[in-house]
């Protein structure tokens, strides 16, 4: 090969290379922008009034002079919507029966837009959810209340060659005439002055707990459920592991046995996930009985039966890069082969055995099919140490799952998903970012 055609490959290679990055980085930015610019809005966002006397119900957050004169503001408002409601609820009382027919059921449509709004109207009995107690606590789904209060969803199907088409038709037309017709234009008009939106920096997203099923209150509990989970599975697994990889790499001879057992090691890093929590429930919590039911212990056993491989190969890897002359050097000098691993091999092999285990904590982290069976639950809240041993946790991962595709109103709570996506992001991150932080000082130390 000549040299002009050895640059050409050489600067292909090199194209190809680079083409590949920005192509990957351009597919991670198209997944993390909308996680981060979603996911923070959990936190930084404009509440409303209605958000502020949640927290203080709630929470007992906010001061309650402060809360009870915007409250006071808000009413000032609120109540001229309530009397335009008693007038024409005493307007229908005087209509003729076929009349007032015609507009029960669209006026029931603008109570419950109404009370979706501005929470429970005069009258209505104590709601027993949270969620009805109050109006909208968020200025962005407020607007989109308001916008199905002003106007009614139809669908246009008159040409039978395309999907019917949605258009919106003033619910004001509906009342013209009537002493409700005033309402939609005065609701247009004074929402804000009704709901008192203001920039809010709620970090109780973090460590509140969560209130009627993730409408309102924050995730700890799931953000602590995690870390139990994790820690849980590294405190099995990481031991089992090193150990594992010193048998291979020290101990072992080439024969049958060994082979069978690298075997099964590299069939149980290929097993799918959702087996390991179909093998957790039926060993860990029916045979062993490790506990009653779902646990944190029998999850943690479950994660770290699924991460053992990883953490075996990776420890075997950095034990094998460790140069032979260090093992030579110690045993020449009269050192057992014992002392040799446990004060020159292992503590040379440590950056890389750490690395591994920080990687296989970050899978840990955010695997949701081993703990469905062994350890998650989708409402609860937050556990102490005390109770690993027989309670389960709500999990990250699996309330992500759950929220996202099987909650009731997850329209409703898209800033909740994507908060839970991006603090599970964030953790594993910060994991992968504490393993080369940590692997690089222990080589500096190292190296002297």
């Not at 597919?27 to 993390?32: C, Q, S």
């Not at 109006?135 to 962005?140: H, K, L, N, P, Y």
């Not at 995730?219 to 994790?230: D, K, R, V």
């Not at 469905?372 to 027989?390: E, H, P, Q, R, W």
Request: hydrophobic share 50%; net charge neutral; charged share 15%.
């Amino acid at each position: 090969m000549n040299i002009g055609t050895r640059k050409i490959l050489d600067r292909s290679f090199t194209a190809v290379g680079i083409g590949s990055i920005i192509v990957m980085a351009l597919a991670l930015m198209v997944v993390v922008v909308p996680i981060v610019s979603n996911g923070i809005g959990a936190i930084f966002f404009t509440g409303t009034v209605e958000h502020r006397k949640m927290l203080h119900a709630e929470f007992n957050r906010g001061e309650r002079q402060n809360l009870a004169s915007e409250v006071a503001s808000s009413e000032r408002y609120r109540t001229k919507v309530y009397e335009m409601l008693s007038a024409f609820d005493a307007e229908l009382e005087t209509m003729e029966p076929e009349k007032k027919a015609q507009y029960d059921s669209k006026y029931s449509q603008v109570k419950t837009a109404l009370h979706a709004l501005l929470g429970p109207l005069p009258g209505d009995m104590v709601p027993m959810l949270t969620r009805f107690k109050y109006g909208q606590t968020r200025w962005e789904k407020a607007e989109e209340k308001l916008h199905e209060l002003l106007y009614e969803s139809k669908w246009d199907n008159s040409n039978p060659d395309i999907m019917g088409k949605e258009y919106f038709v003033s619910r004001a037309v509906a009342f013209e005439g009537t002493s409700l017709a005033a309402l939609f234009p005065y609701v247009k008009n004074n929402i804000e002055k009704m709901l008192l939106p203001e920039f809010t920096v709620y970090w109780g997203f973090i460590t509140d707990s969560s209130v009627d099923s993730h409408f309102f209150g924050g995730i700890w509990p799931e953000i602590q459920g995690t870390f139990f989970l994790a820690m849980g599975a590294m405190l099995f697994a990481f031991p089992l592991g090193v150990i594992a990889a010193i048998y291979f790499t020290e101990y072992a001879k080439p024969g049958f046995l060994n082979s069978m057992l690298r075997s099964a090691n590299s069939t149980l890093a290929g097993v799918p996930s959702i087996v390991f929590g179909m093998f957790g429930l039926a060993f860990f919590i029916n045979t062993l009985r490790v506990s009653e039911s779902k646990s944190v212990i029998a999850g943690s056993l479950t994660l770290a039966i699924m991460i053992l491989p990883t953490i075996i190969r990776a420890a075997e890897e950095a034990i094998l890069a460790v140069p032979k002359t260090y093992r030579e050097a110690s045993l020449s000098l009269g050192s057992t082969k014992w002392n040799t691993i446990a004060t020159v091999i292992l503590p040379a092999a440590l950056p890389g055995i750490l690395t591994g285990g920080v990687i296989s904590l970050g899978r840990a982290a955010g695997e949701t099919a081993p703990i469905i069976f062994t350890a998650a639950v989708s409402v609860g809240s937050a556990i102490g140490l005390a109770d690993v041993f027989s309670s389960p946790t709500p999990a990250l991962s699996w309330n992500i799952y759950n929220l996202a595709s099987e909650h009731e109103a997850a329209a409703q709570i898209r800033h909740v998903q994507y908060g839970m996506v991006l603090a599970l992001v964030t953790i594993v991150l910060l994991l992968n970012l504490s393993a080369i932080v940590l692997r690089a000082r222990i080589s500096k130390k190292l190296k002297g």
